[in-house]
């Protein structure tokens, strides 16, 4: 299997790995919290459990990067953050886009978001944050 297949796999399972803690943890917050604001506090829970699971598993196993210091994983992380800006607005405008249609269909439109925001994200996390030519 070449190089670029593996990496796509492991990248599509660390984007299915990472879509069902931010879910997960988005259907536990809506269960458990119904006070002001309960959408929103969901997503931001959902989606920053997601962040620091896909970047944990993107620096090491898809850009295999090692630089554990202090300085250099901030400044990583700070990056990959960054770059998960535009892509975090994708995926919270399907969601509530599909959310506003039908309250059934957030979770799928949370998905198709995520699915979306991780293709363009590999490409700015490879360009910007890692600078890898994977």
Not at 1 to 13: E, N, P
Not at 82 to 91: E, R
């Amino acid at each position: 299997m070449s190089r670029l297949a593996v990496i796509t796999l492991l990248y599509t399972a660390f984007a299915i790995i990472a879509t069902g803690v931010n879910l997960s943890l988005q259907w536990l917050s809506l269960r458990y919290y119904q006070g002001h604001f309960h959408l929103p506090a969901a997503m931001v829970v959902g989606t920053c459990a997601g962040l620091v699971t896909k970047y944990l598993l993107d620096k090491n196993w898809i850009f295999h990067h090692r630089d554990n210091s202090a300085a250099k994983h901030l400044r990583n992380f700070s990056g990959y953050a960054l770059t998960g800006v535009a892509t975090t607005a994708l995926f919270w405008g399907c969601e509530l886009i599909f959310n506003a249609i039908d309250p059934a269909w957030r979770f799928p439109g949370a998905a198709l978001g995520l699915a979306i925001g991780y293709a363009a994200k590999y490409r700015l996390d490879q360009r910007f944050v890692f600078g890898t030519s994977t």
